[in-house]
């Protein structure tokens, strides 16, 4: 088990891979009301697609674009657009 440096995780935001991680949880699994606002989360705390943040915006004021973290919420958003149903 990793324990170094644990006691600095717990005070910091989901990064934006995280966030769209939940999205493609709850467009897969959960409701659409569900995906549906934490999509809008994603909006409102990361910044307008396309151009999302790394971190939280109340959180971080970094503003470096990472794709391949950007791309998990585009993830997200299939499995909430392409439920199947």
């Known amino acids: 088990m990793y324990t170094s440096y ?3 995780f717990q005070n910091r935001p989901a ?3 995280g966030a769209g991680a939940i999205l493609a949880f709850y467009g ?3 409701t659409p009301d ?3 606002r934490t999509y809008a989360y994603i909006r ?3 910044g307008p697609p396309p ?3 790394l ?3 109340w959180f971080s004021r970094d503003e470096n674009f990472y794709p391949r973290f950007a791309a998990h919420v585009l993830w997200g958003l299939a499995n909430y657009l ?3 149903e």
Do not use: N
């Open 15 to 17: 990064i934006l891979w």
């Open 44 to 46: 409102e705390a990361y």
């Open 28 to 30: 897969r699994w959960g």
């Open 82 to 84: 392409f439920r199947g």
């Open 51 to 53: 151009r999302l943040m």
């Open 34 to 36: 569900q995906a549906w």
């Open 55 to 57: 971190w939280p915006s």
């Open 6 to 8: 644990g006691e600095h």
